[in-house]
């Protein structure tokens, strides 16, 4: 209540309380809140999700006996597949709402992916590893950043961009099996690079759509689902600008 003079009688009135907000404010101050956490609790996946993947690949550089044993049977080649196929079943789990299954499948696939990502430190001055790892993370923030902060629609962005990567694949393929121009394969990792640039910040402003969209309730579900195409996006610039800045052994 607040308390206003009544000229007329000489005293004073209470008078109802009227909010200097209106439903849609506070509605806008819940919505910025719940994206604050949903984009907290998707960087902790990143994070995590780098975490492993580190420790994977330094365990297998350690061990002789293990790279040795990978490279020399069907192993390194069965996990690229199952990779594929733990991918696809975190993005079931995740649509059926399975958040324990969706995380599991998140774990291994961070765990094969460090493990296969040492084949490639194999070949590359540790340095040169280092120096991509700092700039894809630099790239990584900024362009998430943007994502989160920008008021512009990038829907259109994110499709362009997905168009775009089937069409490195498809080049891709005839360089490898008909072109053979390794010029070819240096242009298509600058490609790739600026492709998940723009995906990037595409996956923050997706999760703020489906944070507003889905509510608390569904705050998990967006976390893990962002958290792992983050992932994904900094992989791969990771290991194009290690193709691109790598210094070979």
């Given at each position: 209540m607040n308390e206003n003079w009544d000229?007329?009688?000489?005293?004073?009135q209470d008078t109802p309380y009227v909010s200097r907000f209106t439903a849609e404010t506070v509605a806008d101050i819940e919505?910025?809140?719940?994206?604050?956490?949903?984009?907290?609790?998707?960087?902790?996946?990143?994070f995590v999700g780098l975490i492993i993947t580190t420790i994977a690949s330094y365990l297998t550089?350690?061990?002789?006996?293990?790279?040795?044993?990978?490279?020399?049977?069907?192993?390194?080649?069965?996990?690229?597949?199952?990779?594929?196929?733990?991918?696809?079943i975190n993005g079931w789990a995740i649509?059926?709402?399975?958040?324990?299954?969706?995380?599991?499948?998140?774990?291994?696939?961070?765990?094969s992916n460090g493990i296969t990502m040492s084949v490639v430190f194999l070949a590359y001055d540790l340095g040169s590893v280092k120096e991509a790892f700092l700039?894809?993370?630099?790239?990584?923030?900024?362009?998430?950043?943007?994502?989160?902060?920008t008021k512009k629609d990038l829907s259109t962005v994110g499709s362009i961009?997905?168009?775009?990567?089937?069409?490195?694949?498809?080049?891709?393929?005839?360089?490898t099996f008909f072109i053979h121009s390794s010029g070819m394969d240096l242009i298509m990792d600058y490609v790739v690079v600026l492709l998940f640039v723009g995906i990037t910040a595409f996956d923050m402003?997706?999760?703020?759509?489906?944070?507003?969209?889905g509510g608390a309730e569904e705050a998990n579900r967006i976390a893990l689902y962002t958290g792992m195409q983050l992932y994904l996006d900094f992989i791969n610039i990771f290991l194009r600008l290690i193709r691109i800045m790598g210094r070979r052994k």
């Open positions: 000229q007329e009688n000489g005293a004073w919505a910025q809140d719940l994206t604050s956490l949903v984009a907290t609790r998707s960087f902790a996946v990143v550089l350690s061990s002789a006996e293990f790279l040795y044993n990978l490279l020399s049977s069907g192993a390194f080649a069965f996990l690229l597949l199952a990779e594929v196929v733990i991918v696809l649509r059926k709402s399975n958040l324990v299954l969706a995380g599991i499948m998140y774990l291994l696939y961070t765990i700039l894809t993370a630099i790239i990584f923030g900024v362009m998430a950043a943007f994502g989160y902060f961009c997905s168009m775009g990567l089937i069409g490195v694949l498809l080049v891709s393929l005839v360089n402003y997706r999760m703020k759509q489906m944070a507003y969209e």
